[in-house]
């Protein structure tokens, strides 16, 4: 006893003695009746104080793991510990569909290994050494100070409150109509997707989006059991042509898009194209779920106002987004914003599947956006992000032989190679070379875009930027030749 | 113009100017190429510095709403405001069979509405007048100085991973066999067992509980299809005889148990019955799905295993719990442990659906309890729910005619009535007297339990407890007599 016994600093020393003897009586180490060490005893081998010891003692005698005999001493009392017949349940065999096809489709379970030192092109998450830690620790204690006990006690489905006006105003002033609009806050956009898949009826079992498109929204439509027609991207959004046939064509339960450094290509819609849009799914009656994503990270240029402003009273958009992509990913905050009869039966489902979102981490984003924290972030975060958009660009257009290339600003290009290299042959030689990026396959409706890549840049120094796109143009210059 | 500006205290004014003037501008209120108010003539006119007048004006050319002409002034560009014609939706008649049953079983919408000044035996969570607010602080900002940047960025599907090292020794402290098991971390208990129910396949679509149950688990196997086969509770735990002949009858997916302070009758199971149970399960070839819920909550008596400790070796059990119910809601932090081989894909699936778990709370959490202060918080919370407990089992024994209470501690009581008394209808003359509770019927499995009732005293004060409890006895007598 107590040879392997090693404290933890930092943890206070009752704690682990408590539960280091805890594990020895539930494992069946420490038999009935067996005798402990006394206090001072014990105190003396482990060098720790006999108050430590005594308050150890008390807490399992408490919890009815040992007893004292007055004069005696503390003994081990009767604990069930044995054990039924084990048996082996081959959980594999009893996964679902769905789980089948989550695994199947997880790509941080099957893409290239990340090693150290590898130059990563593969995220568009936020840099952290841009976070500004400081202003949020004062964005939680400033909230904390306020009312720190709603904070910490269960919320509503809907979402925080205040957070809900703040996102209300939000959208008002981006030049969306909230009149009988309503907004559910999720655990950020992902989640938003999933309730909304859930809630509405397959009547027609078919979505229309942009292809490529997001690749957790595809792997949601997918594990949701959707067909998916996907529509070509030209420079300033879908080919309108092949939406107009498609529509003709096929019945769609909703499209989805991302009229804002669409991802993967990193395209923006033009205002025009929007508008042609919006009056085409009007036409043909098919609702539109907008992905947000990222629409905050315009750099420069004209404003744009997103397809629920275009929409005007009308109800037919869901709009979803998330400011954790450009601001803190590790809070799990997003919203949907639509017509209140929906958000009515998504609040529901939310309850139903998750209670409500974290009040904690809802409440210290209203405090960081309502002290005006955000817009500062923004303003450098924009100006970070800028310069290193214009160097992968520069660079990749130097380095890289290619037939096109897409992203007006954002946190990653996308590139066309030519058509006749396999980007997963060419990720492979490149990976031994220490560099990686996204395969552009993984975000097709369909099985194109073998020869096209995604670059996310947010991440990365600037000298990593440009190596790295040396490398990889120097790779593709090594095996297929080709200064097109 | 500005006659409807007002300023909110405690956001930066510049920001507040430049939302007034984009509502104006994304709404079609301002025409393209108004001139805006000079600076000095605007700072004068709203009495704001004229520096913030000149950051308003900035951001929004930055943002492409306005342009400026040297000598001239600011004024409104093009904004492409036409809205596109407006369509209605009916979303009801597109919602799923599961988002209209997740609507139709929800108590939030469907229940009595609680007054101010009511004294609610409806909640079982936890006091927010307990609340350890001082250290909750101080684990935040301990883990933000040692990590802020990497509980800000995304995190794991699984979970933190210290959070995940913590629990796993937790449960090994509990006698649990950790070998080959892992832990996924989720938005609370709710989204845990809603992943499990997504990921197992339906083979018989039949499931075994205690009867009544859980109604948030009764809710979530509704909506997954399930049919559910209900065990009457004796006073020890489920009906072994009961349980036997259904294991005969019927094919099982898997068995949902709550053996502490089970929820709604506070019943915790012998250790000899879970024992047989385990032993019954096992034959039957039935997994197990074990609801921690507030077990960490035991006043005192005899030390019980959880039935995942019983199973020894064997991977049969999935058990899932959170703290939130006793410690802080707000964070939607629980967990599931079971064999890594199904952790493997519920992995996958909580990706698919969430990302992952709010880094934020999992990292206070983590270092909350690392820091000792749930053990101390965990010392305080029971002597103060003690109190209330026995005061709520004294007040009921003496006022409330009845055929049966039940539990052993925990937040809540449980109480048979007379058959003849409708709870319902009692609920509603309790109701205009000033006092509310939960329907014993909302979790029953199947159309029983019209008289009986659940009393949640956590929240509650000492003389609320007493009088509410009085009141809802005296409402029996009055309308119903019996002095059983």
């Excluded at 695994?103 to 150290?116: A, S």
Aim: charged letters at 25%; proline letters at 2%.
């Amino acid at each position: 006893m107590f040879n392997d016994f090693k404290l933890n600093q930092g943890r206070p020393v009752y704690i682990q003695l408590k539960e280091y003897l805890k594990r020895m009586i539930t494992n069946g180490h420490l038999l009935e009746n067996q005798k402990l060490p006394s206090t001072r005893e014990l105190s003396v081998s482990l060098a720790i104080s006999r108050n430590t010891v005594l308050t150890a003692y008390a807490d399992l005698e408490q919890e009815g793991l040992i007893y004292a005999v007055k004069g005696k001493g503390n003994f081990v009392k009767s604990v069930e510990t044995s054990k039924t017949p084990s048996i082996e349940v081959n959980w594999q065999e009893k996964m679902s569909e769905q789980a089948l096809l989550a695994e199947n489709l997880d790509l941080m379970k099957h893409g290239v290994r990340r090693r150290n030192q590898m130059i990563s092109f593969n995220s568009i998450a936020p840099d952290e050494k841009l976070f500004d830690v400081e202003n949020f620790k004062r964005a939680f204690l400033n909230r904390m100070a306020i009312e720190g006990d709603i904070v910490l006690n269960y919320g509503y489905a809907k979402g925080y409150k205040p957070l809900i006006e703040y996102l209300l105003h939000y959208m008002e002033v981006k030049g969306v109509d909230i009149k009988e609009k309503d907004i559910l806050i999720t655990n950020g956009f992902t989640e938003g997707l999933d309730i909304i898949l859930s809630s509405l009826n397959k009547k027609n079992g078919r979505i229309i989006c942009e292809n490529p498109t997001h690749h957790s929204a595809l792997k949601l439509f997918r594990m949701h059991g959707y067909e998916i027609d996907g529509i070509d991207m030209e420079d300033d959004g879908l080919d309108i042509s092949m939406l107009q046939s498609l529509l003709t064509k096929n019945k769609y339960d909703f499209a989805y898009l991302i009229p804002s450094y669409h991802n993967p290509t990193g395209i923006v819609t033009s205002s025009e194209k929007r508008k042609k849009m919006m009056e085409l799914f009007s036409a043909y009656q098919v609702p539109i779920v907008e992905d947000g994503f990222n629409e905050e990270l315009r750099y420069s240029g004209a404003h744009l106002a997103p397809l629920a402003a275009f929409a005007g009273s009308g109800n037919n958009v869901i709009y979803t987004s998330s400011f954790s992509k450009i601001l803190f990913p590790g809070l799990r905050v997003g919203w949907v914003l639509a017509d209140k009869d929906l958000i009515y039966y998504l609040e529901s489902m939310k309850r139903a599947r998750t209670i409500h979102t974290s009040t904690l981490d809802q409440a210290v984003l209203y405090q960081y956006l309502h002290d005006g924290y955000f817009e500062k972030y923004i303003k450098k975060a924009r100006s970070v992000y800028k310069k290193k958009y214009e160097l992968a660009l520069t660079s990749s257009k130097r380095y890289i032989p290619m037939k096109r290339i897409t992203g007006d600003g954002g946190l990653h290009l996308f590139i066309e190679l030519d058509d006749k290299i396999d980007a997963r042959e060419l990720l492979n030689k490149c990976s031994q070379k220490g560099v990686v990026f996204s395969l552009g396959n993984d975000f097709y409706t369909d099985d194109n875009g073998k020869h096209t890549l995604r670059l996310g840049f947010s991440r990365l120094k600037e000298d990593e930027i440009s190596s790295g796109i040396m490398r990889i143009g120097q790779t593709i210059k090594e095996h297929y030749g080709g200064e097109r």
